[in-house]
């Protein structure tokens, strides 16, 4: 008999939990929460890795692509969603594909799943190419639409990696480097939105924040390239504006205002004493790298 992966299989410490009342069954969803962390910290060094992988991609003009279906594709999407206002880069740097299209993100669409030409489509629909990243995200490490975009990427000559739960699986015989933080049975068999959607999200928001990190949209461990469009983003562009650069809040919010309510340039104008229009072609000329477009003008006026 085929033996299950091991994110399908039956999990022995929950097997009465249908008759539990519900302090017991949230601790014991607790409990198998608490194995997350640790399955996540065994496989740092090709978390790392990965990163590594991708900087030098996006560095070179290439792009990131998570691809996956389900909770998976799901939590690529979210987690590329992020990047545009926590870090002020191009909603095109960093993109989620998911089987179904963006309609699967609120409804659930399964026969997708097992299209692995699909995977492969919808890669080229992007315009993937060689200087790309792809990173494919399955649970089982089975799921033939998400085997099929990392095996199609490879033949690219795209860098791929794969996020999975299960060692030895399909995706982890296509990928050039595999993250398998294996986190056990589910506390509801085979509900891979629980331990092994959490341990992927944990791991999506290491690559995506190292990544962006090393790219030098992060000053000290402040958002210095966040899109300040509300009024809770806004004040906390103030905040970061004073702290970087010594203003009071009056004069903070003045300069963010002289800076057309851009932090990225705001932070230009005061650092490097500078006109709006420096600042701009500085940041453009630097890729949006705040402290990048600081050190091209102050050397030029030395």
Do not use: W
Request: aromatic share 2%; net charge neutral; charged share 25%.
């Amino acid at each position: 008999m085929t033996r299950l992966p091991i994110t399908e299989q039956e999990n022995p410490r929950t097997s009465e939990i249908g008759s539990l009342p519900v302090g017991e069954i949230v601790r014991l969803m607790n409990e198998e929460d608490g194995q997350v962390s640790g399955a996540v910290a065994r496989v740092l060094a090709d978390v790392a890795n990965v990163v590594e992988r991708v900087v030098e991609r996006l560095k070179n003009g290439g792009r990131l692509f998570y691809v996956g279906t389900g909770t998976s594709g799901r939590l690529g999407v979210l987690d590329a969603a992020e990047c545009p206002p926590t870090f002020g880069v191009q909603p095109e740097l960093v993109q989620g594909i998911i089987a179904g299209g963006y309609e699967a993100l609120y409804r659930a669409v399964e026969a997708s799943e097992d299209d692995m030409d699909a995977g492969a489509r919808d890669l080229h629909a992007r315009g993937v190419k060689a200087q790309d990243a792809v990173v494919g995200l399955t649970a089982s490490g089975r799921t033939p639409y998400t085997v099929g975009a990392v095996k199609h990427a490879r033949s690219l000559g795209s860098f791929t990696a794969a996020v999975t739960c299960v060692p030895d699986s399909e995706i982890t015989r296509v990928a050039e480097i595999n993250i398998v933080p294996v986190v056990g049975p589910e506390v509801i068999a085979g509900s891979t939105r629980l331990k092994a959607g959490t341990a992927q999200k944990m791991v999506l928001n290491m690559i995506s924040t190292a990544t962006m990190i090393r790219l030098g949209y992060v000053t000290g461990n402040r958002m210095t390239n966040l899109s300040a469009r509300n009024e809770k983003l806004r004040s906390r562009a103030v905040r970061i504006l004073s702290a970087e650069t010594g203003l009071d809040d009056e004069r903070a919010r003045a300069a963010l205002d002289e800076a057309g309510g851009q932090l990225p340039t705001a932070l230009v104008m005061s650092k490097a004493n500078c006109s709006r229009d420096e600042a701009e072609a500085a940041l453009a000329q630097a890729n949006g790298v705040v402290k990048r477009a600081i050190e091209m003008l102050t050397s030029r006026k030395m």
